[in-house]
């Protein structure tokens, strides 16, 4: 349901209410009916409806935090239609930790419904449909109430051209002093999602599942000066087909359809002459079959293969042609061996791709304006990864331990050429991580359960040419869960290792003259979250908590991610820290 262009901001505005379920799957070409997952595959599924019942979940807090969430379900009286009904507001106020007043973490406003519907036409037959809309607005850069009134304020000061210099004393960790529009960041995205799944049971040993889906997405933003406005409408369709050969293999095999258009315009970036819209037609037809194979109850082998032809067209006039037009093979393996009672193997191979498209807005490209653009990028990005995992699952203690391996060529990147203009390119070499995990959940008695989840990330050189934000490479996160006499104390804590920024390409000045140059290593820290939850009746649950309870921040105790380079050129990527302290909140929960 999300592409390359919504899963940048679009995710914003996924409600948490609702989620019935949550499937996570590591590797590339994870999920049968969706190779475009390079790393892996999270799919996050829609409650369905098991009984009458309404929840309002209310809550308020520190830095602006509002929340307002209902969700409702009812089931007709054969049993025979579920619905679901879902609505979440959500806002979060600019935080601005050095309080200079540019801020580092943007305002977030949220808002989406969703309306769930199933319905078995009869004992063979069952139609689901879901309808969701959402809307998401970030704003980020001067902070409203400070240094601007409003956002209508910040977009029109354009008006007032360019201010001699940004900070007091070019320093970004003095006052800001410049037009607002300057350093404004102003997101705004409307999307509509209705889909239709129809199983057919045809007989005891084979079904079908045919799937309908029709997205629209839209994004208007300015940044810096800069307007952009993306307009994404999707159309997906699939058949499945799902054989009991006999008691020891299963088929899936079928096909699916795809066709995305993006059409992109700024009256800024039309007015330079080398400047290449990144509007586009992408066309995907993919057939698929999957044998899964349980000889005994201890073993299960799945292998499957993919066959796809893609098109990638960037429609812009100095673009003729289709830039790509390929046919891939993606085969995926997965095993899973259970020793014993108590310990469970897993085992999984599997190659994916990805076209890069709509790329080079997340790179933070589209801030440097004046140059224009050159797309460059002609192959799909293509992945080969392993992973394995270890589970143990005992009366008190649960673990898994994880290791995975991905490599991908012709990753996409944003480079520049000689003449500093900015290039949406591949990089040429294999770029490839690995990581190892460890998860641990303990139940010291029945009212206490402790976790602790371990990570470890290895990017080589060429995968971290690719990255804008250095990403963790460390982490540790424990937790405790003590539920007593009506009481649930949940806390947390999160240690993220230290990092050598230098690896990542970071250079940067807290002045633009290039003087008093930023720091490259990038200090280990902690934070802590917490919530308390008082259940009064059966139906109501009164709560308060925080997160980041220290109030650790990036901009207050280490450095501001905002930063000049070298030309003097203003920027706001080194971010190595929490970009948002302390929110304090309470709120309740009503169900009935």
């Known amino acids: 349901m999300h592409t390359m262009i919504s899963g940048f901001y679009g995710m914003d505005s996924v409600a948490a209410t609702g989620i019935g379920s949550i499937e996570i799957a590591r590797g ?12 892996g595959t999270i799919n996050m599924i829609t409650k369905e409806a098991s009984e009458d019942q309404i929840q309002i979940d209310l809550a308020a807090g520190e830095l602006g935090y509002r929340k307002a969430s209902l969700m409702a379900t009812a089931i007709s009286d054969d049993e025979n239609s579920h619905l679901t009904l879902v609505a979440q507001y959500d806002n979060r106020d600019q935080f601005d930790g050095d309080n200079n007043g540019v801020s580092e973490n943007p305002k977030l406003t949220n808002s989406s419904m969703t309306i769930y519907f199933s319905h078995d036409l009869s004992y063979n037959d069952n139609l689901r449909l879901r309808y969701n809309q959402s809307n998401s607005e970030v704003f980020g850069g001067p902070v409203l109430g400070d240094t601007v009134f409003s956002v209508s304020d910040a977009l029109s000061s354009v008006a007032n051209g360019e ?3 940004l900070f007091e004393d070019n320093d970004v960790r003095n006052r800001y002093i410049g037009q607002p529009w300057e350093t404004t960041e102003w997101v705004k995205t409307d999307r509509e999602e209705l889909s239709a799944s129809w199983l057919h049971e045809i007989s005891a040993s084979l079904n079908i599942t045919t799937n309908l889906a029709y997205i629209d997405h839209v994004q208007d933003s300015f940044y810096e000066g800069v307007d952009y406005r993306a307009d994404d409408t999707m159309l997906y369709a699939s058949v499945r087909l799902n054989y009991f050969l006999n008691d020891e293999h299963l088929l899936s095999f079928g096909g699916d359809f795809r066709t995305e258009e993006m059409r992109s315009n700024s009256r800024a970036l039309s007015k330079i002459d080398n400047y290449i819209a990144d509007s586009f037609d992408y066309t995907t037809k993919g057939l ?3 044998d899964t194979w349980s000889p005994h109850q201890d073993f299960e082998l799945a292998a499957a293969i993919r066959f796809d032809n893609i098109q990638a067209d960037f429609v812009d006039p100095s673009k003729p042609g289709t830039e790509i037009d390929k046919n891939l093979i993606s085969p995926r393996v997965d095993m899973r061996y259970l020793h014993n009672d108590q310990i469970t193997s897993r085992l999984s191979f599997g190659q994916g791709y990805r076209a890069p498209l709509s790329f080079f807005e ?3 490209g589209i801030l440097d304006a004046g140059k224009g653009y050159i797309v460059a990028v002609n192959r799909p990005e293509r992945s080969n990864s392993a992973t394995y995992s270890l589970n143990f699952d005992g009366e008190k203690l649960t673990s898994t331990l994880s290791f995975a391996y991905t490599e991908v060529d012709h990753l996409a990147t944003l480079t520049h050429n000689t003449a500093g203009t900015p290039v949406l390119d591949q990089l040429k070499e294999t770029a490839s991580v690995s990581a190892i995990d460890l998860a641990l959940s303990y139940q010291v008695m029945a009212e206490w359960s402790l976790s602790m989840i371990a990570e470890q990330y290895n990017y080589n050189d060429i995968f971290k040419q690719s990255f804008a934000i250095a990403p963790v490479e460390r982490r540790v996160t424990l937790s405790s869960d003590w539920d007593y006499n009506g009481w649930d104390v949940i806390t947390s804590g999160t240690w993220v290792g230290s990092r050598d920024l230098s690896d990542y390409g970071y250079q940067g000045f807290n002045r633009n003259d290039a003087t008093a140059p930023k720091s490259t290593a990038a200090k280990s820290y902690i934070t802590v979250d917490l919530k308390v939850i008082k ?19 990036q901009a207050s105790d280490l450095d501001s991610p905002l930063m000049f380079h070298e030309n003097g050129a203003y920027d706001v990527i080194f971010i190595h820290g929490p970009l948002r302290g302390r929110s304090a909140y309470a709120g309740l929960r009503y169900e009935f």
């Open 28 to 39: 590339a070409g994870a999920s049968l009916t969706a190779p475009e997952a390079i790393g």
């Open 163 to 165: 201010s001699a210099q």
């Open 288 to 290: 698929f079959i999957q």
């Open 362 to 364: 997340s790179d933070h």
């Open 535 to 553: 259940e009064l009746s059966s139906s109501l649950n009164v709560y308060i908590g925080a997160t980041n309870l220290f109030n650790y921040n």
